[in-house]
Every structure is written in C-alpha cells, then in structure tokens.
C-alpha cells in the first residue's frame, strides 16, 4: 500500500470515528466528559488570568456605540409589538401575570422615594406649560361662573335687568379697548395673572400634598389603583397605544438610542461597569464564576444535549458534518510530518 492510500484510509477512519462519537447515544458520553473536563480545567483558572478587562471594554465599545445596526429594527419591532397585541394571551387579566405581593414590593420601593416624588411634583408645579394650561382653565372656570350667575339672576326679581345693564356696561368698555394696544395689554395681563395664579395654586397644592401626605397614603392609593386594573385584561392596557402610535414609540426611542449610544457619558457608564464586573469576579475561578450566575454542572449538559442532536443531525443529513470533520482533520494527514510516520 502506498503512503498516499494508507494516509487517505487512515483519514477515512478517524473521520468516521469523531462523526460517530458525535451522533447517537455515543454523545452524551461525549458531552459528559468534555464538560468535566472542562470544568477541572476552570476550577484551576481565574477571571483574570484568561480574560483582559480591556479586551471585553472593547468589544462593549464597539458593540454599543459603534456596530451600526439596521435601520428597519424600529419598524420589525413595532411589527412584532402588533403581533403581540393581537395574541389571545392578552385576554388573560392583569392581576394573573403579575401577582400582587411583587406589586407591593414594588409599591414599598416607590413610596421610599420620597425626595424624588416630592421634586417630580415641584417640576410639574415649576413648569411653564402646565401653569398656562391651568390658567387657561382658571379663566374658563371664570367665564362659566358668569354663565352661572346669568341663570341665577334670571330668577330673581329684577335680577335679570340689573344683570344686562352690567353686562352692557362692560361690554362697552371691552369694546372701546378691544383691538388697541390698551386692549392687548388687558388681555396679556389678564392671562398672565391667571397663570401666576395657576402656579401660585400648583404650588401650594405641591407642598400640601409633599407635607400632609403620609407614606401609607401614597401605599394605598397605589395599591387600590392596581386592584382596579389586577382584573382588567392586558388587552385593555395594550390598547390604549394603537399600532401608528407604538410604531412612532419605538422608532423615537431608537432615535433617543442612537444619540445616547455615541456619547461619552454612555461609554464612562460601560467602562465603569465592565470595571465593577471584573473587581468584583476577577479573582474568582471560573467553575465557580459559572456558579455564581446560575450555571452549573448539570445545566450545561442538560442545553448541551437539548441543542446539540437536532443541528448535529441536520449539519450531517446536509453533508456538512463531514465536510467539517474531514477539513479540521485531512491538514494533518497530508503534512509532511505524517508522511515520515506513514513512511
């Protein structure tokens, strides 16, 4: 036999050999014992000494601000946002997927958050938007109370005359004024004093609820209001978005994600993290850092044979498998340094 055969057939055997250690119930031996194996492995081995904190910040780097990522995410999101609404599960009342004790813990940790429910509501009371809003309404409230008082002296004796006449009177002296800058100015500081008055009022009503307010208010209220909503279907909730609506959700917030991703405070937060994450685990052992989060032993060889059958099979039932065995394997039949051994 010549070496070339004698290297084709050898080749040919140790091929058939790994495809059949891979397949069958020949792999679960194989995974049990390279699992172990690697786990002796990372019970000698720490964080630090096979992984460089710098390597895994750039990689964080890159991934979070400078990959570019596809501009149809917005869109495939909100499809599938759409998708979701429209699943029957959503029938299912509120209440029933998240319970309520998680809803309380929640609510505790809210209700702790004193200085930031008290400088939430000074921000609305402080801002200029919400006061002109308000004095808009002071002054429809004002003109409605004139209404009211027309249909009250309509049923006094009198009453209905003196009304008019004072009505006129002042009708006179609006139009004498009305369209001239003294007009104007009436009109301006009229809305402005409604919008001081307006802030005067948010304000107040701020520190009254800030000061008067206690804790186990603000837990009960909190708690009734998702005792109305624990029996109401998530269907209800999700429909309060329409689908136009969630599309521009998701695509503003991608727009927010672009802008916050390229900025160095995004990239300090990232350094820092990856930092924390190696002080913290950096001296560990890795079987053990494995353990830490969850994973041991048998959860690797349980989603090891969960996953691995099914694309093993489909990678040899394309003729793929092979391929791959055979490429990894042939360079060393075909060197020089198998040749002098076949020789």
Excluded: C
Aim: hydrophobic share 45%.
């Amino acid at each position: 036999m010549t070496e070339p055969d004698l290297a084709r057939r050898l080749l040919d055997a140790h091929v058939a050999h790994e495809m059949a250690a891979m397949r069958g119930v020949r792999f679960l031996d194989l995974v049990t014992g390279e699992i172990d194996f690697a786990l002796r492995a990372a019970s000698e081995l720490t964080l630090d000494q096979v992984m460089p904190r710098d390597l895994i910040k750039e990689v964080a780097l890159k991934y979070v601000s400078n990959f570019r990522l596809p501009g149809a995410i917005p869109e495939v999101a909100g499809a599938l946002a759409t998708r979701l609404k429209a699943h029957p599960a959503n029938d299912t009342p509120l209440g029933k997927v998240v319970s309520r004790p998680r809803i309380a813990e929640l609510v505790e940790a809210l209700v702790e958050m004193r200085t930031l429910r008290q400088q939430v509501l000074r921000s609305l009371a402080d801002n200029t938007g919400i006061q002109a809003g308000v004095g808009t309404l002071m002054r429809g409230t004002a003109r409605g109370a004139v209404d009211t008082g027309r249909r009250f002296a309509d049923n006094l004796p009198g009453g209905s005359l003196g009304f008019s006449i004072a009505e006129r009177v002042a009708g006179r002296m609006a139009d004498t004024v009305k369209g001239t800058p003294v007009g104007a100015a009436v009109d301006q500081s009229a809305r402005e004093l409604a919008e001081r008055g307006a802030g005067a009022l948010l304000g107040y009503l701020t520190d009254t609820a800030a000061s008067s307010v206690t804790d186990e208010e603000v837990h009960d209220a909190l708690l009734e209001v998702w005792d109305a909503l624990a029996t109401r279907p998530v269907r209800e909730l999700a429909d309060l978005v329409d689908d136009e609506q969630l599309v521009a959700l998701f695509v503003g917030l991608y727009q927010v994600w672009l802008d916050v991703r390229d900025s160095e405070y995004l990239q300090a937060l990232v350094d820092t993290g990856v930092d924390f994450f190696f002080d913290t685990y950096g001296s560990f052992t890795l079987d053990r850092l494995l353990e830490e989060w969850g994973l041991g032993r048998d959860d690797l060889v349980e989603e090891a044979l969960r996953f691995g059958p099914p694309v093993i099979e489909a990678l040899a039932e394309a003729g793929v498998l092979e391929q791959l065995v055979r490429r990894r394997l042939s360079s060393f039949y075909e060197s020089p340094e198998a040749r002098v051994l076949l020789g």
